[in-house]
Nanobody, 128 residues
Framework: QVRLVESGGGLVQAGASLRLSCVTS????????MGWFRQAPGSEREFVAG????????YYADSVKGRFTISRDSAKNTVYLQMNSLETDDTAVYYC?????????????????????WGQGTQVTVSS
């Protein structure tokens, strides 16, 4: 069983920064493909950023490219999402997700149904 716990959300003004954390237990993250998704009210959950098992490859949604950075610290079993230059459209609940059992060390997954485990989410609200 894999457990994911997100933290770091909050209420900020447009232009500010936040760093989200996702602590993983039950399975070392170096064996998982990890991703961040978000869901705004009335909208479907969407892919934000992904990182490979090796940590050497990352991928971003166009809407956050150049502003968000995903990273991982295997020693702490934690994945981060650094969010800079936040915009009101970034307001959403942010979810961390883990995909297990993938053997390709550089695989990135962008589909919701590709991930087996999810955290409970952390709210990010950006005011104008």
């Amino acid at each position: 069983q894999v457990r994911l716990v997100e933290s770091g959300g909050g209420l900020v003004q447009a232009g500010a920064s936040l760093r989200l954390s996702c602590v993983t237990s039950g399975r070392t993250i170096s064996r998982n493909v990890m991703g961040w998704f978000r869901q705004a009210p009335g909208s479907e959950r969407e892919f934000v950023a992904g990182i490979s098992r090796s940590g050497g490859r990352t991928y971003y949604a166009d809407s956050v490219k150049g502003r968000f950075t995903i990273s991982r610290d295997s020693a702490k079993n934690t994945v981060y999402l650094q969010m800079n230059s936040l915009e009101t459209d970034d307001t959403a609940v942010y979810y961390c997700a883990a995909g297990i059992g993938r053997t390709n060390p550089i695989l990135i997954m962008t589909g919701i149904h590709e991930y087996e485990y999810w955290g409970q989410g952390t709210q990010v609200t950006v005011s104008s």
